[in-house]
């Protein structure tokens, strides 16, 4: 039987991989991305040409009025993914307020509302997923600015949180933390400096290669698997022995 899965940040990078890693016969793939239709497009002909029903969303995360609409406008789902981020490398010392204000909304608030409007439809049925993705900078304490570290550690309590609430309704809800992956909005932010941030992390790795974003591709088959209705609460590194849990 098919699923109707949201994917928040899907126009390219882990939630894009994610994406056509799901795409299959049967599925419907909601995918969401901001003020970037072509980019997600080209995300959505690759999940049709595997035989997936593809349809884009637009919505501004920041904003929760928007947030709200883009769980009425996804409908019911059975699988949530929370992928879209925030990135912030601003220091601690000059982290202006609105700077931490809106990398939480993105990276919190989002995730949560999402999650409050469309686990209803889950619980009715019986069954749901929801998984959160976040980031081993949370033991770590770096690369990342504090912002983007607090808010992926505030994600991981969320996930904990949701998981004993909804558990009951036959939904599981983990997060999986992605580790040194090297994406389009991380190269970015580094502004040429990627290189920098990212060797020294792939040299301490046990296995020390490079992670794409197509190393967690069966990992989240996994965890929206009929198979894993008894793992939740879970955060699960898929980072190439980056740490150890």
Known sequence: MGHRILITGARRGIGAALAVGLARPGHTLLLHHLAAAAEAETVARLCRDLGATAELLEADLADPAAV???????GPVDVLVNNAARASNVDFGVLPLDEWQSTFAVNVTAPMLLAQSLSAGMAARGWGRIVNVVSPTVRMGGPSGPAYVASKAAL??????????????????????????????EAELAAGRDAETHAPLVAT?????????EDLVATIRLLISDGAGALTGQVIEVGGGLIFR
Do not use: F
């Open 68 to 74: 709200h609409a883009l769980a009425d406008r996804s």
């Open 156 to 185: 991981i309590g969320l996930t904990r949180s949701l998981a004993r609430s909804l558990g009951p309704s036959g939904i599981t809800v983990n997060a999986l933390s992605p580790g040194a992956i090297r994406t389009e909005g």
């Open 205 to 213: 790795q046990a296995i020390p290669r490079p992670l794409v974003p």
